[in-house]
């Protein structure tokens, strides 16, 4: 008897602790749980102050007064002046070579600069911003991409084989967006890359150098009255085409240049009537090389003006 009083007493002795923890840990998480969700409620009210201070202190929001995927530019409104902070940037390609000028070109206006890449090469964004527009265009960017970024740019990526991001996604600068490609409008694989203001075209070599792999300096102070002066400037500074060539022709000159001792990266731009097999014959190399270097094949057409590697 005593025994069984025994095991009764122990039995609800334990039945009680275990209660008495089990409610005290209950009253611990219910005190906790207020507090957690209003530390959670002031992580996301402050992560959301500060993007919505990020967004709406940006020079683009003072720029644009709309967000539309359907147009690739359209100009607004230009300012007078307007200052470019051109910190925190990445070049949108490694490459060094320009093929194109902006400026006129064969009888039109050439709104960007064309820079040499190959079909695959990583294009990354310059600066942070917003993907405004993902699309192709048979007749004139091919495989594009628009980003509006948080400085007032715009920057316009042409011609790539594949596009890497959506519409109305957020982008770092560096970010890759796509891949260097020949689609479109396009004579051999390459980059087309503009800046754009409100819609306007602005010479990109005034804010880049290629050569270089920079940004002309921490910020680009863009005025109407001197810009025209200050572009043609700019693509004698960095961006005429025909200095990218000229060591190369002169070394080239003479001979048969059946030899590329020193390991260099050689091009040949396209002079009208030229075909595969006298370039070939020029540069002392074979039909099939050029069509290895610049992914064609012997029976695509090639034109004056376009740039083919040959060594």
């Given at each position: 008897?005593y025994?069984?009083?025994?095991?009764?007493?122990?039995?609800?002795?334990?039945?009680?602790?275990?209660?008495?923890?089990?409610?005290?840990?209950?009253?611990?998480?219910?005190?906790?749980?207020?507090?957690?969700?209003?530390?959670?409620a002031?992580?996301?009210?402050?992560?959301?102050?500060?993007?919505?201070?990020?967004?709406?202190?940006?020079?683009?929001?003072?720029?644009?007064?709309?967000?539309?995927?359907?147009?690739?530019?359209?100009?607004?409104?230009?300012?007078?002046?307007?200052?470019?902070?051109?910190?925190?940037?990445?070049?949108?390609?490694?490459?060094?070579?320009?093929?194109?000028?902006?400026?006129?070109?064969?009888g039109?206006?050439?709104?960007?600069?064309d820079?040499?890449?190959?079909?695959?090469?990583?294009?990354?964004a310059?600066?942070?911003?917003?993907v405004?527009?993902?699309?192709?265009?048979?007749?004139?960017?091919?495989?594009y991409?628009?980003?509006?970024?948080?400085?007032?740019?715009?920057?316009?990526?042409?011609?790539?084989?594949?596009?890497?991001?959506?519409?109305?996604?957020?982008?770092?600068?560096?970010?890759?967006?796509?891949?260097?490609?020949?689609t479109?409008?396009?004579?051999?694989?390459?980059?087309h890359?503009?800046?754009?203001?409100c819609?306007?075209a602005?010479?990109?070599a005034?804010?880049?150098?290629?050569?270089?792999?920079?940004?002309?300096?921490?910020?680009y102070?863009?005025?109407?009255?001197?810009?025209?002066?200050?572009?043609?400037?700019?693509?004698?500074?960095?961006?005429?085409?025909?200095?990218?060539?000229?060591?190369?022709?002169?070394?080239?000159?003479?001979?048969?240049?059946?030899?590329?001792?020193?390991?260099d990266?050689?091009?040949?731009?396209?002079?009208?009537?030229?075909?595969?097999?006298s370039?070939?014959?020029?540069?002392?190399?074979?039909?099939?090389?050029?069509?290895?270097?610049?992914?064609?094949?012997?029976?695509?057409?090639?034109?004056?003006?376009?740039?083919?590697?040959?060594?």
């Amino acid at each position: 008897m005593y025994f069984k009083r025994t095991i009764k007493t122990l039995a609800f002795t334990a039945l009680f602790t275990i209660t008495a923890v089990s409610a005290s840990a209950q009253d611990l998480l219910a005190r906790q749980a207020p507090i957690d969700r209003k530390m959670k409620a002031v992580d996301t009210l402050a992560l959301k102050n500060i993007i919505h201070r990020e967004q709406t202190n940006s020079p683009s929001a003072q720029l644009y007064k709309e967000w539309s995927n359907k147009y690739a530019h359209r100009a607004t409104n230009l300012p007078d002046s307007f200052l470019i902070n051109l910190k925190h940037f990445c070049m949108p390609t490694t490459s060094k070579v320009i093929t194109s000028n902006f400026g006129r070109r064969w009888g039109r206006m050439h709104k960007g600069i064309d820079v040499k890449v190959y079909i695959g090469d990583t294009i990354r964004a310059a600066f942070s911003g917003k993907v405004r527009i993902v699309r192709y265009e048979a007749n004139g960017y091919g495989n594009y991409v628009v980003i509006r970024h948080y400085n007032g740019l715009e920057t316009i990526y042409g011609h790539m084989s594949k596009q890497l991001v959506e519409e109305n996604q957020t982008v770092r600068a560096g970010e890759p967006i796509g891949l260097g490609g020949n689609t479109g409008r396009s004579t051999g694989s390459h980059l087309h890359f503009e800046t754009r203001l409100c819609g306007v075209a602005l010479n990109p070599a005034l804010l880049f150098d290629f050569r270089n792999q920079d940004v002309t300096g921490d910020t680009y102070l863009f005025r109407r009255d001197t810009y025209d002066n200050e572009s043609e400037l700019a693509n004698k500074d960095r961006g005429k085409v025909d200095n990218d060539y000229a060591s190369t022709s002169k070394r080239n000159s003479s001979g048969n240049n059946k030899n590329n001792d020193s390991g260099d990266i050689r091009y040949h731009k396209v002079q009208k009537g030229e075909t595969l097999s006298s370039i070939a014959k020029k540069r002392g190399t074979t039909i099939e090389e050029l069509c290895k270097l610049n992914h064609l094949t012997k029976k695509m057409r090639i034109r004056p003006g376009q740039i083919l590697r040959y060594s």
